[in-house]
T-cell receptor, first 111, second 117 residues
């Protein structure tokens, strides 16, 4: 059974700083997703990573996937306040459509 | 193109009542998933449906919970005889799976927040 762990669970950082959120998974995952959730809102799809070495970037966020290490990272560059949210990673196995989510990382950007 | 629609957005029920949650997938999507999010936790998979078929219900509690996705109309998640522990946010997601191809992104609806008194 696929298990997904994220760390840290909570992250408070100053504007302008860089930081990385880590997502480890327990067994082979065919694909890895990153979602953002604002308080009381739904999940917004950020990235889907399909192969080893995949790297995707959107604005100040960059996601990467290392399937050998069973690790995905979400890197935040020069954080700004509107990036404050909870970020989830989720994995899925080939032929199995259900997503297994990590516990989330609650990110707070301090001015 | 409207996104995934869910209603109601908020639902209050007393213990023992029934809760019905509705989900209309994005246009062109024929696959629906239900997830539950307890306060301060991640989302947990409940059930995966295609039109008129339940594909995977491995995350559904064995009792009181049922789901359907009829040929016409929205998908419905039904919770009978609700208890306080059912209080959570229930999210529906949809995807468009091309024949023989997986790896499609799931797009989430706004959720239904169920409160059981």
């Amino acid at each position: 059974e696929l298990k997904v762990e994220q760390n840290p669970l909570f992250l408070s950082m100053q504007e302008g700083k860089n930081y990385t959120i880590y997502c480890n998974y327990s067994t082979t995952s065919d694909r890895l997703y990153w979602y953002r959730q604002d308080p009381g809102k739904s999940l917004e799809s950020l990235f889907v990573l399909l192969s080893n070495g995949a790297v995707k970037q959107e604005g100040r966020l960059m996601a990467s996937l290392d399937t050998k290490a069973r690790l995905s990272t979400l890197h935040i560059t020069a954080a700004v306040h509107d990036l404050s949210a909870t970020y989830f990673c989720a994995g899925a196995n080939f032929g199995n459509e259900k997503l297994t989510f990590g516990t989330g990382t609650r990110l707070t950007i301090i001015p | 193109n409207a996104g995934v629609m869910q209603n109601p957005r908020h639902l209050v029920r007393r213990r023992g009542q029934e809760a019905r949650l509705r989900c209309s997938p994005m246009k062109g999507h024929s696959h629906v998933y239900w997830y539950r999010q307890l306060p301060e936790e991640g989302l947990k998979f409940m059930v995966y449906l295609q039109k008129e078929n339940i594909i995977d219900e491995s995350g559904m509690p064995k009792e009181r919970f049922s789901a359907e996705f009829p040929k016409e109309g929205p998908s419905i998640l039904r919770i009978q005889q609700v208890v306080r522990g059912d209080s959570a946010a229930y999210f529906c997601a949809s995807s468009q799976l091309l024949a023989g191809v997986t790896r499609e992104t799931q797009y989430f609806g706004p959720g239904t927040r169920l409160l059981v008194l």
